[in-house]
């Protein structure tokens, strides 16, 4: 029998932490044959509901989940920890200014990273998906000087999901006919989607839409803005597709794309395609033997230049801001 996996959760009482964990632990993370042992961080008003969702875990009799534990205490929720999916943050509420929002997660990323740094097991990955995620990730890794910076990453893999169902949908293809989309940039909405290397069916995207003022005024401004249709439509933020989405960034982290294909994911830059270094920024990135890398070599025309550059220098902006709160 395989030892389990560690797998921290934290705002496991959250909309998304409903969503996410029992993916997680019938076997949807990691693999069928994976067992799993579930540390559930929350703040101590939540922990009563944390406890419920784990009553509702333990009632699903998932043959590969192999312990809950509950915290509030970060120490203990990172320690032995493989994989950490940092969801609970502070959401940006009416009035508020993006200093005091990049403070207020400061006050929960940067004791995270420490409690990471000091606590988790030497393979752990980290996926932020708490916003604003790209810079949530940059306090929690800066936070934590002993493991490796590529370990900390942040969710654009929705919005990556999002960009191939909208081109499905305009171009009669299935999903899985589309390759090799990309997400620039910030989880904000400054994200840029690119088609320009993908493929429908073996066929260049570009040329199967063959639609510009599609891809400017509909395409990207719906992909960007998907959040805010679904707060309108539902009455609440998206919360199952945000956990789909992160158990599909960390299954692909650990198991790979497939040959000819690459997603995106928000990862510490190295400098390729001019985004300054150490920048969260999501890439067009290829994984395999639990590794990721960045796409190189691909041509970046004028139109995908200019929406890069101006997400990336939001990112930049952003650490900038944390960086003068002392946060990183
Ligand atoms: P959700 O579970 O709905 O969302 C959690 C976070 O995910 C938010 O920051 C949200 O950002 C973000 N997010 C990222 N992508 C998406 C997406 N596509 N759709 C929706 N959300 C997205 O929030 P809840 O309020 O239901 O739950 C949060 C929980 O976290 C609470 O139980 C709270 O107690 C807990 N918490 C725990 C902390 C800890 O463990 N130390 C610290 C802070 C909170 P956005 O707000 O921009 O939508």
């Known amino acids: 029998t395989r030892t389990p996996v560690n797998v921290t959760v934290t705002g496991a009482a959250g909309q998304i932490g409903y969503a996410l964990l029992f993916r997680i632990a019938s076997g949807q993370l990691l693999g069928a ?20 969702t784990a009553m509702e875990l333990d009632d699903c009799a998932f043959p590969l989940l192999q312990g809950i534990e ?9 320690d032995g920890s493989n994989v950490a999916l940092l969801v609970g943050a502070r959401p940006r509420t009416k009035g508020m200014e993006r200093g005091d929002l990049l403070e207020a997660n400061g006050g929960i990323f940067k004791p995270q990273g ?9 393979d752990i990955r980290v996926l932020v998906v708490g916003n604003p995620a790209n810079t949530n990730a940059l306090i929690a890794q800066a936070a934590a000087p002993d493991v490796p910076a590529e370990r900390f990453t942040a969710m654009t893999r929705l919005d990556h999901n999002r960009a191939l169902t909208q081109l499905a949908k305009k ?13 620039w940039g910030n989880h904000s909405a400054t994200q840029y989607s690119d088609i320009h290397h993908a493929t429908i069916g073996g066929k260049s995207a570009v040329e199967v839409v063959d639609d510009e003022k599609w891809l400017t005024e509909e395409f990207i401004p719906t992909v960007a803005k998907r959040g805010a249709a679904i707060i309108e439509a539902r009455g609440a933020s998206s919360a199952a597709s945000a956990a ?15 040959e000819g294909n690459w997603t995106s994911m928000a990862i510490p830059s190295d400098g390729s395609y001019g985004v300054p270094e150490g920048l969260i920024s999501s890439f067009p990135v290829t994984c395999k033997d639990g590794k990721y890398e960045i796409v190189q070599g691909l ?11 101006a997400s ?16 990183i």
């Open 33 to 52: 044959d994976v067992p799993v042992k579930l540390r559930l961080l929350e703040i101590t008003p939540a922990l009563k509901a944390a406890e419920g």
């Open 70 to 78: 509950i915290t509030d205490d970060p120490n203990v929720a990172f």
């Open 114 to 122: 420490k409690a990471i740094n000091d606590n988790a097991a030497d």
């Open 171 to 183: 171009t009669g293809a299935s999903v899985s006919d589309i390759k090799r989309l990309t997400i």
């Open 244 to 258: 789909n989405a992160a158990v599909d960034h960390i299954h692909t982290w650990v198991n790979g794309t497939e």
């Open 299 to 309: 041509d970046i025309n004028e139109f995908s230049r200019a929406r890069i550059d």
């Open 312 to 327: 990336v220098a939001e990112l930049a902006e952003e650490r900038d801001a944390v960086r003068s709160l002392g946060l």
